[in-house]
């Protein structure tokens, strides 16, 4: 079976559900079939959906570029061979992680990482696991459906919200069909090939990967649910 990130399997019936099942995991997972196909009405649909998300001043500024079948796969294997080929290009075209951790966020991601990769059975140090876990984030982890997520250079920091919005709408309508989601930041740092491959104009950023499917909720990663603050470290009332 192949591989895909994305979050746990839930029977959700209330939306709180949805909301927790959408956002709050993220993991590898198993597709229960390599050849799984996703009714392009119910892509269509989430979208549809989706695209009501809240935008100041109703810019709308998203763009989506969806890929299945051998679109995605020729996506995929592009990349694949720039890093095997050491064809790093420019890299991203902004900052996934601070230049700098405090402590507390410096924590909160070695934990999880430790965690997830624990479950894995990658040990500490082990370079080349790690890198064989890694690269399967741009097969969208044997998901059926690879989107990716767009907006224009000359958009300001207000648009990159609704484009967040945007991205968790899309979760959360996946969620309602039955389908699971993943946020990829990681198709970020080949943005020229992604950019090669889809088309993508020269005046857009590559924001980020989102793989749509259907997880396995047998899997041993999906054990994993990631900690999360308590509201009064980041509440003012």
């Known amino acids: 079976p192949g591989a895909y990130r994305a979050v746990l399997h839930y029977e ?14 993220t993991l590898d997972i198993y597709s229960p079939a390599a050849d799984e196909v996703v009714a392009k009405a119910d892509i269509e649909w989430i979208i549809s959906n989706a695209n009501r998300a ?20 020729r996506l995929s294997t592009a990349i694949l061979k720039a890093m095997d080929e050491g064809d790093h290009g420019p890299g991203g075209e902004y900052d996934v992680y601070p230049k700098e951790f405090t402590p507390v966020y410096d924590t909160r991601r070695k934990h999880v990482g430790k965690q ?3 479950l894995l059975g990658v040990p500490k140090g082990d370079a080349a696991g790690m890198l064989k876990q890694f690269r399967k984030n741009y097969e969208f982890f044997d998901a059926p459906v690879g989107m990716i997520l767009c907006i224009e250079k000359r958009m300001g920091g207000g648009q990159w919200i609704d484009c ?3 991205l968790d709408q899309l979760m959360l309508l996946a969620r309602e069909k039955g389908l699971h989601t993943c946020p990829q930041a990681a198709f970020s740092r080949y943005q020229h090939v992604v950019r090669r491959e889809l088309a993508i104009p020269e005046d857009q950023i ?15 990663p999906n054990s994993l649910i990631t900690e999360r603050a ?6 003012t009332w």
């Open 206 to 220: 590559v924001i980020c990967g989102l793989a749509l499917g259907h997880a396995d909720p047998d899997v041993a």
């Open 116 to 118: 997830l990769y624990t």
């Open 54 to 73: 809240a935008s100041n001043g109703n810019l709308q500024p998203w763009k989506l570029y969806v890929t299945m079948g051998k679109a995605r796969q």
């Open 164 to 166: 967040g919005i945007f």
């Open 12 to 25: 959700a019936e209330e939306p709180a559900d949805l909301a927790r099942q959408a956002g709050g995991l």
């Open 230 to 235: 308590p509201i009064r470290d980041f509440t």
